[in-house]
């Protein structure tokens, strides 16, 4: 999963009276929607379904291209207002600062905390430095151990830290020559991805070399809605969502290759490759829904993403992220000491509201305060966002 943040930020083009940033509601309740599948996905891996909804369940896993493609689009956007003439060394570690402040503490609480309760997978405290320093996902043997989704962070950290000279690449070249260099990523990334299958190096799959197309999606999707916030309204957000799911049922339908690298089935270089664009066009779909919704007031998808239920459940779902697959944990084990029914309904139920309740507390203990502090708090976009 990309990392989710609380707080979507982005600066008001600076000509425009009295700066600020602005919270997109919509992009909130999507967060909530995105870690919601990826809890029900690892729920179902440990608790599997009828066989015929296996190929279904599976790619509910598509949570993790929708957090890439948000963060894409939510980083690169305040870049995109401010332009290239505030993109200086003070900004960037701003910007640095903000992004160290909102993903590492919380992640080492909750790797401590499941590690120590016999929680974690693998042996976490003889390899410290993998999975303190988000570097599990450079091995196949290390990147599902600690805390498996963390594979996701240390890709979302890579692309952290070159988004400042990604952005200042596009100011630089502009207009339709940064669409071709997007396009290139895009090429190059599924080269990478072919490599990472035809030369045995699986893990290269899971890097932000074998992801990037996901992020330039969202940093496309964030430049035509600074640029042309015309073209993003006319966009139907139930027509994009309903696209969206219709691609995920496909991707079921055509039991397409499962696993964001897509090494659990086994699959050919083509069918992984196949499996890898369905999931980004479905990212694409579900995020130009969410901003099309926000310029909405009302309407179903509007509706849906922007309810207090679903704004809270965005807002936490960075906690969602990290402590669903140590809840999971705690209830199998509880399920085999005969603490709770074997019941699958109940223990879905149980586990929905553990890590509810584990995220809300990391949250309000944790990540709120740290990331509402005056130190992390003090400079303005674009190193203010926190998407």
């Given at each position: 999963?990309?990392?989710?943040?609380?707080?979507?930020?982005?600066?008001?083009?600076?000509?425009?009276?009295?700066?600020?940033?602005?919270?997109?509601?919509?992009?909130?309740?999507?967060?909530?929607?995105?870690?919601?599948?990826?809890?029900?996905?690892?729920?179902?891996?440990?608790?599997?379904?009828?066989?015929?909804?296996?190929?279904?369940?599976?790619?509910?896993?598509?949570?993790?291209?929708?957090?890439?493609?948000?963060?894409?689009?939510?980083?690169?956007?305040?870049?995109?207002?401010?332009?290239?003439?505030?993109?200086?060394?003070?900004?960037?570690?701003?910007?640095?600062?903000?992004?160290?402040?909102?993903?590492?503490?919380?992640?080492?609480?909750?790797?401590?905390?499941?590690?120590?309760?016999?929680?974690?997978?693998?042996?976490?405290?003889?390899?410290?430095?993998?999975?303190?320093?988000?570097?599990?996902?450079?091995?196949?043997?290390?990147?599902?151990?600690?805390?498996?989704?963390?594979?996701?962070?240390?890709?979302?950290?890579?692309?952290?830290?070159?988004?400042?000279?990604?952005?200042?690449?596009?100011?630089?070249?502009?207009?339709?020559?940064?669409?071709?260099?997007?396009?290139?990523?895009?090429?190059?990334?599924?080269?990478?991805?072919?490599?990472?299958?035809?030369?045995?190096?699986?893990?290269?799959?899971?890097?932000?070399?074998?992801?990037?197309?996901?992020?330039?999606?969202?940093?496309?999707?964030?430049?035509?809605?600074?640029?042309?916030?015309?073209?993003?309204?006319?966009?139907?957000?139930?027509?994009?969502?309903?696209?969206?799911?219709?691609l995920l049922i496909l991707m079921g339908a055509l039991q397409l290759p499962w696993g964001v690298i897509a090494y659990n089935a086994n699959p050919t270089a083509g069918g992984s490759i196949t499996a890898?664009?369905?999931?980004?066009?479905?990212?694409?779909?579900?995020?130009?829904?969410?901003?099309?919704?926000?310029?909405?007031?009302?309407?179903?998808?509007?509706?849906?993403?922007?309810?207090?239920?679903?704004?809270?459940?965005?807002?936490?779902?960075?906690?969602?992220?990290?402590?669903?697959?140590?809840?999971?944990?705690?209830?199998?084990?509880?399920?085999?000491?005969?603490?709770?029914?074997?019941?699958?309904?109940?223990?879905?139920?149980?586990?929905?509201?553990?890590?509810?309740?584990?995220?809300?507390?990391?949250?309000?203990?944790?990540?709120?305060?740290i990331v509402r502090s005056r130190i992390v708090r003090g400079a303005r976009v674009p190193a203010a966002a926190t998407g």
């Open positions: 999963m990309s990392a989710p943040a609380t707080e979507v930020a982005s600066p008001r083009p600076k000509t425009a009276a009295g700066g600020g940033r602005r919270r997109y509601e919509s992009i909130e309740g999507l967060r909530a929607l995105a870690a919601g599948a990826i809890l029900l996905h690892h729920f179902f891996l440990a608790n599997p379904p009828a066989k015929s909804l296996l190929p279904y369940t599976h790619h509910l896993e598509f949570g993790v291209p929708v957090f890439f493609v948000i963060s894409g689009f939510v980083l690169y956007r305040p870049w995109v207002d401010v332009g290239l003439g505030s993109i200086d060394a003070g900004a960037v570690l701003r910007y640095a600062r903000r992004r160290v402040a909102r993903i590492v503490p919380a992640f080492w609480v909750a790797l401590t905390v499941a590690a120590a309760a016999g929680l974690s997978e693998g042996t976490t405290g003889a390899h410290p430095l993998t999975y303190y320093g988000f570097l599990q996902v450079y091995s196949i043997h290390t990147a599902f151990n600690g805390l498996g989704v963390a594979w996701s962070l240390g890709t979302e950290l890579t692309f952290y830290a070159i988004l400042p000279l990604l952005a200042i690449g596009v100011a630089r070249i502009g207009g339709k020559r940064s669409a071709v260099a997007a396009g290139v990523l895009v090429i190059g990334t599924l080269g990478v991805r072919y490599i990472s299958f035809s030369q045995n190096l699986p893990a290269l799959a899971f890097t932000l070399a074998g992801t990037l197309d996901w992020f330039v999606i969202g940093m496309a999707l964030a430049t035509v809605a600074v640029r042309h916030p015309r073209l993003i309204a006319r966009v139907n957000p139930a027509g994009a969502l309903i696209t969206g799911f219709g890898h664009l369905f999931y980004g066009a479905i990212g694409l779909m579900l995020v130009l829904a969410a901003t099309s919704a926000e310029q909405r007031r009302s309407g179903v998808v509007p509706s849906l993403l922007r309810n207090r239920g679903a704004i809270w459940l965005g807002t936490v779902s960075y906690g969602i992220y990290l402590w669903h697959i140590p809840v999971i944990g705690a209830v199998t084990r509880s399920v085999g000491r005969g603490w709770l029914p074997s019941n699958s309904g109940v223990q879905l139920v149980v586990v929905v509201l553990g890590t509810t309740a584990a995220a809300s507390l990391s949250w309000i203990l944790l990540e709120r305060p």
